[in-house]
């Protein structure tokens, strides 16, 4: 059985920075690529990053690169979103999901964690 779960959403400051971590189970990891969404109310999924479990490739919204970094530690199963100078725009729940591709596109994914939630206040 998959299971994705992430951790590590709060409430932030604008201009802060915040970690959030998905830790993965049930997967074939070096046959998978892990990817971070977001979601904010009355919007569609909105593609952060991805990155492959076996060759560390990355792979970024252009909007989003610079001041989002996604991550992975294979010991741990653990892939990590590290988020820089937060906006109020950037609160949304966040979520992992899993796929055998690279890709942007949320249809793609196969497996998703129940997302955690990040907050930005102004």
């Known amino acids: 059985q998959v299971q994705l779960v992430e951790s590590g959403g709060g409430l932030v400051q604008a201009g802060g920075s915040l970690r959030i971590s998905c830790t993965a189970s049930?997967?074939?990891?070096?046959?998978?690529?892990m990817g971070w969404f977001r979601r904010t109310p009355g919007k569609e999924r909105e593609f952060i990053a991805a990155?492959?479990?076996?060759?560390?490739?990355?792979y970024y919204q252009d909007s989003l690169r610079g001041r989002f970094t996604i991550s992975r530690d294979t010991a741990k199963n653990t892939v990590y979103l590290q988020m820089n100078n937060l906006e109020p725009e950037d609160t949304a729940v966040y979520y992992c999901?899993?796929?055998?591709?690279?890709?942007?596109?949320?249809?793609?994914?196969?497996?998703w964690g129940q997302g955690t939630q990040v907050t930005v206040s102004s």
């Open positions: 999901a899993a796929n055998r591709i690279m890709a942007r596109d949320a249809e793609e994914y196969d497996y």
């Open positions: 049930g997967l074939t990891f070096s046959s998978y690529v």
């Open positions: 990155i492959s479990w076996s060759r560390n490739i990355t």
